[in-house]
């Protein structure tokens, strides 16, 4: 049985890989900040929290990760944690760009003294790219980073570090280039998440309307589900390199609203509504990747369309809404 370390389990991506890996019979010990948040819901939802081991540790302690991997001994490391919000970032820079900087470093760091075949994934970012040159579009591997927000720069940091403990040291270490990808486990302050939570709230009567800012953005959106097992796959090839994991599709987010409020048999005109306080100071206006290297080389196979997409994010959505009701009772 293979043991992977999981930071940032309690997240989007953290609660999806752990249960694709515990279905690949791996020993899943998952990282947070703090044991007693009660930031559980994810990994409840998906009914693993106690198939999963949790561990508390401080990322920006050097130490806490020597003590984990002399206790666990772990074969692999998906490094998820982060402070993952663009918008957030605006807000809390330095906060981001230290968190999301030193424990990628300490992490690498750590493993190269202790155990240098550990084999470990970086979760980078289409956020390191910044506003490329529509005419270049779509964005693959060998494009120049130039990010155009403090969680781009952390994460374009991140990425570098990486790819030199890859290259000075011969560690196994790959980085997921991974582009916008939703699902029910989405944290409620991403667009996404509000979209969908409030037009269900708006047809349940709960809401009056939706708040959102700019709408004409344009982004290549795919499943979270399905996206997390591409870093199982990156770890698991012969040899350690980065992917672009995307749809190769981008759509604007006012077409992700539209859609959303037909499914659900809402008229948008008359419940969504714009706010200028919730621009950014700098926007990416439209991005979107080629993911045929990752097709290639990791026989990266999706097909979940926009429409479907929208479907199962509702479907999910509905799902969860349910069962937080009954949770929560
Ligand atoms: P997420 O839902 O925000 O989860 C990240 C986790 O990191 C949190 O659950 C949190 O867990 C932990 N964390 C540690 N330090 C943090 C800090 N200073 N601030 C906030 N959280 C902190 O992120 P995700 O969507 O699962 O994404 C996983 C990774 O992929 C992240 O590194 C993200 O930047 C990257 N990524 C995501 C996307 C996407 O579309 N989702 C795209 C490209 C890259 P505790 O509170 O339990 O410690």
Redesign the pocket.
């Known amino acids: 049985m293979k043991t992977a370390v999981i ?9 999806y890989l752990s249960k694709f890996l515990l279905e690949q019979n791996y020993k899943v010990i998952g ?4 044991l007693h ?1 009660g ?2 819901l ?1 990994l409840k939802y998906l009914n693993i929290n106690n198939e999963v081991e949790l561990v508390e540790a401080n ?1 920006l302690d050097f130490s806490n990760i020597i003590r984990l991997l002399e206790k666990y001994h772990p074969d692999e490391i998906y ?7 663009v918008g ?1 970032s605006f807000e809390q820079p330095i ?2 760009l230290e ?2 900087i030193i ?1 990628t470093a300490n992490i690498l760091e750590a493993v190269r003294i202790i155990n240098k075949k550990i084999k470990i994934y970086q ?5 390191m790219y910044g506003n490329v040159d529509r005419s270049k579009l779509p964005i693959d591997e060998t494009f120049i980073l130039h990010p155009s927000s403090p ?1 781009g720069i952390s ?1 374009a940091a991140a990425h570098w570090i990486a790819v030199n403990y890859r290259e000075a040291y011969d560690m196994f270490i790959s980085c ?7 699902s029910v ?3 409620p302050n ?1 667009v996404t998440k509000k979209i969908l939570t409030s037009a269900i709230k708006i047809k349940n009567s709960e809401l009056d309307y939706l708040t959102v800012g700019n709408t004409s953005i344009r982004r290549d959106w795919g499943y ?1 589900p399905e ?1 997390v097992k591409t870093m199982w796959k990156m770890l698991n090839s012969d040899i350690p390199d980065d992917y672009v994991i995307c749809t190769g599709e981008a759509h604007e987010l006012q077409e992700f609203v539209d859609k959303v409020f037909k499914k659900l048999k809402l008229d948008a005109k008359r419940v969504v509504k714009r706010d200028q306080s919730l621009f950014r100071p700098v926007e990416l206006d439209v991005i979107y990747g080629n993911p045929s290297k990752a097709r290639r080389k990791l026989n990266w196979n999706y097909k979940i369309s926009f429409d479907e997409l929208i479907d199962k994010l509702i479907e999910d959505e509905i799902r969860y809404d349910e069962w937080f009701k009954k949770f929560i009772r």
Do not use: C, M, V, W
């Open positions: 930071t940032g389990i309690t997240g989007q991506d953290g609660a990282i947070t900040r703090n948040s930031n559980f994810g990322l490094n998820l944690a982060a402070q993952s919000s957030l906060g981001t968190f999301n424990s979760s980078s970012s289409s956020e969680y994460k997921g280039i991974l582009f916008n990808h939703e486990l989405r944290r991403f979270a996206y």
